[in-house]
């Protein structure tokens, strides 16, 4: 038998208890995901080239958008100096 109950989000119990990494994370852990200081974090978000949530009193971060901004740091890099990304699709 599948104890796996739904939770209505598409996904079921036994995927969000299964000890898989967070898909939001806090600013601390957003900084030391990308290696940077929290104030960093700040100074990208206010300039756009960060997305975050504001979830109840918390300001966290997709770790999907973390990786997209590696991402793109690295084809700015070989490409020159592109354009910070932003969650509207324009430059910041």
């Known amino acids: 038998m599948n104890d796996a109950r739904s939770t209505g989000t598409g996904t079921n119990d036994a995927t969000l208890n299964s000890g898989a990494a967070p898909m939001l994370v806090d600013r601390r852990e957003a900084a030391r995901l990308l290696g940077v200081s929290p104030g960093t974090i700040d100074n990208l978000r206010n300039a756009g080239g960060?997305?975050?949530?504001?979830?109840?009193?918390?300001?966290?971060?997709d770790v999907r958008d973390l990786v997209r901004f590696i991402d793109c740091q690295k084809d700015c890099e070989v490409g020159g100096n592109g354009p910070v990304p932003t969650n509207n699709g324009g430059v910041a």
């Open 50 to 61: 960060l997305p975050s949530l504001k979830l109840m009193s918390r300001r966290l971060y």
